[in-house]
């Protein structure tokens, strides 16, 4: 977990009896959200444009673009989700 995001939490968390804010600890998960929210979209937009582009090449019967694109399509896939999830999920 990155050291400011930590630091924003445990503030959040353990402020004071008096000063506890469930607003700074909510504000720091929904901004969270957000940040995967956007990075997911354009994990599935990539995705989306590599799978299209593999069936474009297939249809034209062009092999070595197929196997360019399938290459493409299976590392987005391959390494784009998991890392991702695995970093957002560090931030919170």
């Known amino acids: 977990m990155p050291i400011g995001a930590l630091g924003g939490l ?13 607003r700074a600890l909510t504000a720091h998960l929904r901004d969270c959200f957000c940040d995967f929210q956007r990075d997911y979209a354009n994990y599935a937009f990539y995705c ?3 799978h299209r582009d593999f069936k474009e090449a297939l249809h034209a019967g062009d092999q070595m673009a197929a196997r360019a694109c399938y290459g493409r399509l299976v590392t987005a896939v ?13 931030m919170v």
């Not at 445990?10 to 469930?22: E, F, G, H, N, R």
């Not at 391959?78 to 560090?90: K, N, S």
Request: glycine residues 4%; charged residues 15%; contains cysteine.
């Open 10 to 22: 445990l503030k959040a968390l353990w402020s004071s009896a008096v000063q506890a804010s469930s």
């Open 48 to 50: 989306a444009q590599a």
């Open 78 to 90: 391959e390494d784009g989700l998991a890392p991702m999830c695995v970093d957002h999920a560090q």
